[in-house]
């Protein structure tokens, strides 16, 4: 299982970026996926998830109307847009998805938000 974050960046409050995380190894559409972050001296949160069948989504109550996870099962590719951002986005933003019973990460992407 290979997952590898892409798109972070520095970007100033209010403005977007996109998150890719491109995955591997694995049946990708049979698969629910997340998206985690880690904020300096903070523990690592669920931000969003998508499910394999029918694409529900669900958010944490922090980022609700500001971001949008969606998949691509054809590119084997999940997103995570976010609108709005404040500096409290700040942090590491994690791929995650659980196979053979353990949940796998990928290597992070840096998303700082900052004027």
């Known amino acids: 299982v290979q997952l590898v974050e892409s798109g972070g960046g520095l970007v100033q409050p209010g403005g977007s970026l996109r998150l890719s995380c491109a995955a591997s190894?694995?049946?990708?559409?049979?698969?629910?996926m997340s998206w985690y972050r880690q904020a300096p001296g903070k523990e690592r949160e669920l931000v969003a998830v998508?499910?394999?069948?029918?694409?529900?989504?669900n958010y944490a109550d922090s980022v609700k109307g500001r971001f949008t996870i969606s998949r691509d099962n054809a590119k084997n590719t999940v997103y995570l847009q976010m609108n709005s951002l404040k500096p409290e986005d700040t942090a590491v933003y994690y791929c995650?998805?659980?196979?053979?019973?353990?949940?796998?990460w990928g290597q992070g992407t840096q998303v700082t938000v900052s004027s």
């Open positions: 998508i499910v394999s069948v029918g694409g529900s989504t």
């Open positions: 995650s998805t659980v196979t053979g019973g353990s949940r796998k």
């Open positions: 190894g694995f049946t990708f559409s049979s698969y629910t």
